[in-house]
T-cell receptor
């Protein structure tokens, strides 16, 4: 499979719990992006990596959110002490390098109860 | 703050109709404009536009960028029920070396094609 994959596809958690999502980009893509999408809105940028370096973080990314991309391959996004407002679809995308088209994974739908 | 506005927000057409979807933007350090199709899953890439006035085509879909007017249109001819989806416009911005590159999306246009 040559597409972007994400795991899990769905996650239901209780408020206050920590969750972690994983993204596997298209191989040889050195850029990896995380977005969040809520109903009726387009995806909103959260952060991106160039290889293993996290180069930018959005203001949306509070200190409860952390992302890593060890060895420049897969990436994880962790949300600590989840809140109901964190309920959304979390999308991962990758691109060959900057200013190339981004390809999206299927997303992880998070529901915080 | 970078802004991308799409119009109309939704429309309903009948199979065989031609539709035009609009996207306008106000951003700093424009690099490209992209169109995506989103059904009940992740966005699927359609087009990437960097130069003004050059039309990109893929089957019944075509798109063109107007950098003077800061806008783009996506045309779909001979629509089919399978074209029913949300169409997202996104603008990539960033420095020449790729620093600070990101996509800013519009809210999307919901297209419904009736048989």
């Amino acid at each position: 499979d040559t597409g972007v994959s994400q795991d899990p596809r769905h996650k239901i958690t209780k408020r206050g719990q920590n969750v972690t999502f994983r993204c596997d980009p298209i191989s040889e893509h050195n850029r990896l992006y995380w977005y969040r999408q809520t109903l009726g809105q387009g995806p909103e940028f959260l952060t991106y990596f160039q290889n293993e370096a996290q180069l930018e973080k959005s203001r949306l990314l509070s200190d409860r959110f952390s992302a890593e991309r060890p060895k420049g391959s897969f990436s994880t996004l962790e949300i600590q002490r989840t809140e109901q407002g964190d309920s959304a679809m979390y999308l991962c995308a990758s691109s060959l390098t900057f200013f190339y088209e981004q390809y999206f994974g299927p997303g992880t739908r998070l529901t915080v109860t | 703050e970078d802004k991308v506005v799409q119009s109309p927000l939704s429309l309903v057409v009948h199979e065989g109709d031609t539709v035009t979807l609009n996207c306008s933007y106000e951003v700093t350090n424009f690099r490209s404009l992209l169109w995506y199709k989103q059904e009940k899953k992740a966005p699927t890439f359609l087009f990437m536009l960097t130069s003004s006035g050059i039309e990109k085509k893929s089957g019944r879909l075509s798109s063109i960028l107007d950098k003077k007017e800061l806008s783009s249109i996506l045309n779909i001819t001979a629509t089919q029920t399978g074209d029913s989806a949300i169409y997202l416009c996104a603008v990539e911005t960033g420095g020449y070396t790729g620093a600070n590159s990101k996509l800013t999306f519009g809210k999307g246009i919901t297209l419904s094609v009736r048989p």
